[in-house]
């Protein structure tokens, strides 16, 4: 059976979309953990941040994330700041094959800038202060995962299809 596939990277970078397509693809439940925490704490992520502050937030997806150890046939999308914790991506790998979804930064903005949904991009200059996280992450998740999807001009379903080869190709290279 095809293992657990774990999808990282930048908010906006369609983590959930793509996800959703892999889980119709293989089967597997679709689980994202920024809808566990929400369920969890009772309210939206923006008003987690206001109300209890990052730090309470982060230590809601790691605790997220202990519960899932062990849960098999599951597609799960993580939110964009989760692997900054290295105890975070320490769970990640042995929740599952963890691959990053990534694209064009101008491509991702436009997508965030559509909704008013994260609470860090709220600042004077959304832009800058976007590049400057996306800047200092990109060699996070590049070492978090086990390889990068670049979904640029790709449709969900067309994306989805390349996780599903990425994490095939990961699942059948002999052992290093
Ligand atoms: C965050 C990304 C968001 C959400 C929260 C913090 C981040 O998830 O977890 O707003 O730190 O990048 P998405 O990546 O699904 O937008």
Redesign the pocket.
């Known amino acids: 059976m095809l293992p657990n596939i774990v999808l990282i ?5 369609g ?2 979309s793509v996800g959703r397509h892999v889980s119709e693809m293989t089967g597997h439940r679709f689980i994202d ?2 809808l566990l925490v929400t369920q969890r704490a009772g309210m939206g ?1 923006s008003r987690i ?1 206001r109300e209890l502050g990052e730090e309470e ?1 982060r230590r809601m ?1 790691t605790a997220v994330l202990e519960e899932l150890i062990g849960v098999c046939g599951v597609v799960l ?6 692997v ?1 914790r290295e105890e975070n991506r320490d769970l990640l790998k042995r929740i599952g094959i963890v691959l990053w979804l990534d694209a064009d930064a101008d491509v991702i903005f436009e997508r ?1 800038s559509r909704t008013q ?4 991009l709220a600042t004077e200059n959304p832009r800058a202060t976007f590049d400057e ?1 996306r800047e200092k992450r990109l060699p996070i998740y590049q070492s978090a995962a086990m390889a990068r999807i670049d979904s640029t001009g790709l449709t969900h379903q067309q994306a989805a299809r390349k996780v599903l080869e990425a994490a095939s190709r990961q699942l059948h290279q002999p052992e290093q």
């Open positions: 990277g930048f908010m906006g970078s983590k959930s953990t920024d992520i941040f937030f997806e999308a993580t939110g964009g700041g989760l900054l965030v949904k994260r609470p860090l996280l």
